[in-house]
């Protein structure tokens, strides 16, 4: 049975996957002055018809920062649409996120089929950093989608990122560059915190 603080990190992440599932809305109207805005994930990484279906930060115990961020591809309404979330954690030091990182990877692993896709291969740029991507084939509105989830872990920090593919509109390459380009923010994140001042708000 997971502790308290364990579990609450869990569900935040859980949310972001609901939300870009389509089971589930997330809505903050008001975001952190220091939201990381550098470190997410932004629709100018992925294209103008990516609609963001929510975006939220909080924080558990004073121990971890969680930040996430979700997008749907045309309409919010259209469930069946390929759909993208990305979910940031930011611990106190690295021994927490090593940690973090094993409770998230139970969270969605264990009892989870969701093996890592035959013929793909992610080299971090640090070897050292944990890492597991997996996926699974599924049906939404009867139409057919591959679910992948990647989680990784670097120094204090650890992200998950959704992802329900198409290949079409976004396919298994496609999912590698976006999760490259985010490892690439959260490599030149510095914490602790900026003021969050000077950075355009895209959400």
């Known amino acids: 049975m997971p502790d308290n603080k364990n579990f609450r990190i869990a569900v935040i992440s859980i949310f972001v996957y609901l939300a870009i599932g389509g089971c589930s809305r997330i809505t903050i109207d008001v975001l952190p002055m220091d939201f990381p805005y550098e470190a997410m994930l932004e629709q100018k ?3 103008d018809e990516w609609i963001i279906t929510g975006s939220g930060s909080s924080n558990v115990d004073d121990s ?3 930040y996430s961020v979700s997008f749907r591809y045309r309409s919010e309404e259209n469930l069946a649409n390929p759909s993208i ?4 954690h930011v611990y106190h030091n690295e021994e927490a996120a090593v940690s973090g990182f094993k409770n998230i990877e139970e969270e969605y692993f264990t009892g989870s089929y969701r093996p890592e896709p035959p013929g793909v291969s992610i080299n971090p740029r ?11 084939e599924k049906l939404m509105n009867n139409q057919p ?6 989680l990784q872990q670097h120094d204090e920090y650890a992200w998950v990122v959704f992802a329900n593919l198409d290949e079409e509109v976004i396919t298994m390459s496609d999912l590698l560059e976006i999760l490259n380009i985010i490892e690439g923010k959260i490599y030149q994140l510095d914490f602790p915190r900026n003021t969050g001042a000077l950075i355009d708000q895209p959400y």
């Open 45 to 47: 990484n992925i294209g």
């Open 64 to 66: 971890v920062d969680t």
């Open 85 to 88: 979330g990305h979910v940031l």
């Open 126 to 136: 640090d070897a050292s950093d944990n890492k597991r991507l997996g996926c699974k």
């Open 145 to 150: 989608r591959t679910s992948c989830t990647y």
